[in-house]
């Protein structure tokens, strides 16, 4: 029996969210509402690889610790419950509330091939009136089918005041289309988009779209985030892009060509933002699925599957006439996390590296260089005396690498091992943000201005972080560890 416990929680994780058992991926319905955080998500409750898709759910006051409730949405005649999200319906123009605001579902309900039919997927609706702690599913589904696309799911859906229309943004193939209705129940299509524009490598999927303000700025942008699904002719898997343009509530205008990438790691996936922060708030917060579809089924948890990365605080910042998202870890996360140890100041090189002695369930680092004349620099995570994950900093190429070919367990897949890198626009000055847990890795380069995300399966967090310099000197300008809490 101890056996047992001890697989089932090996590498699991402690600051990120992951199902007590079974299986897990994209994030689904996240909404604030009446005090509360909600996470729903795919879940298969019949074993820990991808299986008929519910809708779990966990609830969080702080975004950080999260309670599982019961399942929320179970498959029915209409087919699986695949992605979507929720809305709370304040002015109930559902009609399916009567004293007060409740929260309405929707999501793609998919059906398998059958007879030599191609799989059906439909839109769907479901409300609570407690807080989402039950749901009902709508009498008239589904709301919203297309004749002929297999591919026409995920719904992303958010009220425009501009209209004074709810919005449906929607991953129809390689192509988002865009849904306007009065009352949730009645769809009218808007426009598409995506031809000829941004990466076409993989199907495309769950998208969100909204509006940020530009930092230091009165002004505001879109923002489409538009996930890709694994290509098997590609070395990176799925992946993540975006858009910045302009939505006047019918199409969206890319502002930019180019392809603009939310994270440089292989493990953030499908990760979309939460509905009805409240404006006092104002924050727009996002959560993504921790794992990569070339291989999440084959990740060595046994009896649970995936996590979800920490929750990101998303803004946008003006470059070089370019707009770009920013993600910044949520405040609610530094109570967390005591500082260590702290150094400032302090060369580095060849033959005298940095070290920093740490052995905790999770750690933070934060370090500022300065490099002087070094070829390359970083830090090495060494988990183990035989496992190490290392960043690496090629100041010639102006690159930033992460290898976990000896982080501990890699075997299950061929691209597991392979180099992770970021292009940087400058190698000289460097900030770096960390976070390390017993699965994974978060790295926030520059105040959040480039993420990478990882997973890991060392067999402990860490023992030491070694910092080092190769064929010259960098400054440590200011370096910090932090551990756990004891509060």
């Not at 008929?52 to 006051?61: D, E, I, Q, R, Y």
């Not at 009902?136 to 501009?162: C, E």
């Not at 190490?388 to 691209?415: C, M, P, Q, W, Y």
């Amino acid at each position: 029996m101890t056996l047992k416990i001890t697989k089932l929680e090996k590498y699991r994780p402690a600051l990120h969210f992951s199902p007590q058992k079974n299986w897990m991926n994209d994030p689904n319905g996240l909404v604030f509402f009446k005090g509360e955080y909600h996470l729903f998500y795919q879940h298969n409750p019949h074993g820990s690889t991808w299986g008929p898709m519910h809708w779990g759910h966990a609830v969080s006051k702080d975004l950080i610790v999260w309670d599982e409730l019961e399942i929320a949405l179970h498959p029915d005649e209409n087919g699986t419950i695949f992605s979507g999200s929720i809305v709370v319906d304040w002015n109930n123009t559902t009609g399916f509330f009567n004293e007060e605001p409740g929260l309405v579902a929707i999501f793609t309900h998919h059906s398998e091939p059958d007879h030599g039919k191609e799989a059906v997927q439909t839109q769907s609706l479901a409300y609570s009136i407690d807080k989402g702690r039950s749901w009902i599913k709508y009498d008239g589904n589904p709301v919203l089918a297309h004749p002929t696309n297999p591919d026409f799911r995920d719904p992303k859906v958010f009220w425009h005041k501009d209209t004074q229309k709810w919005m449906m943004v929607l991953a129809t193939g390689q192509t988002i289309s865009f849904y306007s209705s009065s009352n949730l129940k009645d769809w009218q299509f808007e426009s598409e988009f995506g031809e000829n524009c941004g990466c076409h490598e993989g199907v495309w999927e769950c998208p969100d779209l909204f509006e940020l303000p530009i930092d230091n700025t009165n002004d505001k942008k879109w923002v489409l985030i538009v996930s890709i699904g694994d290509n098997p002719q590609y070395d990176e898997g799925s992946r993540t892009q975006y858009f910045v343009g302009s939505f006047d509530g019918k199409e969206f205008t890319p502002e930019h060509e180019n392809i603009k990438w939310l994270d440089y790691g292989k493990d953030n996936y499908a990760g979309v933002s939460f509905s009805d922060i409240p404006e006092a708030d104002g924050r727009r917060i996002y959560l993504g699925w921790m794992s990569n579809w070339r291989y999440a089924n084959q990740v060595p948890t046994e009896g649970w599957r995936s996590q979800m990365t920490l929750p990101r605080e998303l803004e946008l910042r003006e470059k070089k006439g370019e707009y770009y998202l920013v993600q910044h870890l949520v405040r609610e996360l530094e109570t967390y996390f005591d500082r260590k140890e702290e150094r400032t100041d302090t060369i580095i090189t060849a033959k005298e590296s940095t070290v920093f002695e740490v052995d905790h369930e999770y750690t933070e680092i934060i370090l500022s260089f300065k490099n002087i004349n070094a070829n390359k620099y970083g830090l090495r995570i060494e988990h183990t005396d035989s496992q190490h994950t290392t960043i690496t900093i090629d100041a010639k190429e102006n690159v930033l690498s992460l290898s976990r070919e000896k982080s501990g367990v890699v075997d299950f897949s061929d691209i597991f091992p392979k180099l992770q890198r970021v292009c940087l626009e400058d190698s000289h000055s460097l900030e770096l943000r960390i976070i390390v847990d017993s699965a994974s890795l978060e790295l926030f380069i520059n105040g959040g201005e480039q993420a990478l995300t990882s997973l890991i399966f060392p067999d402990k967090v860490s023992k030491r972080i070694c910092l080092f310099a190769e064929e010259g000197k960098v400054n440590l300008v200011y370096g910090k560890v932090s551990v756990p809490s004891k509060s």
